[in-house]
């Protein structure tokens, strides 16, 4: 069983940033598998918006590219999204999970919102 707890989401003005953590606990080996952040606005389906394999290549959403950097440290089980220059179209509640078709259980997420 593997649990996954995000954190670090908030209240944000338009250009400011905000860093995401996901800590994941249980039977799990972390390290050897690809990791995402993905969000959901609400009415949308959920989109992955950043992935980063078990050795360290990252891919992003063309919505993202240039502004999100995905990470991960390994001895510590946890994955990280640093956000930069947001935008209100970044409010989203936001999950980590892996990416594919096989996936853990669902965190709660956290929210983000993007606003003035």
């Known amino acids: 069983q593997v649990q996954l707890e995000e954190s670090g989401g908030g209240l944000v003005q338009p250009g400011g940033s905000l860093r995401l953590s996901c800590a994941a606990s249980g039977t799990i080996i972390f390290s050897i598998y690809a990791m995402g952040w993905y969000r959901q606005a609400p009415g949308e389906q959920r989109e992955l918006v950043a992935s980063?394999?078990?050795?360290?290549?990252?891919n992003y959403a063309d919505s993202v590219k240039g502004r999100f950097t995905i990470s991960r440290d390994n001895t510590k089980k946890t994955l990280y999204l640093q956000m930069n220059s947001l935008k209100p179209e970044d409010t989203a509640v936001y999950y980590c999970n892996r990416p594919g078709a096989t996936k853990y259980s669902w965190g709660q997420g956290t929210q983000v919102t993007v606003s003035s």
């Open positions: 980063i394999t078990s050795g360290g290549v990252t």
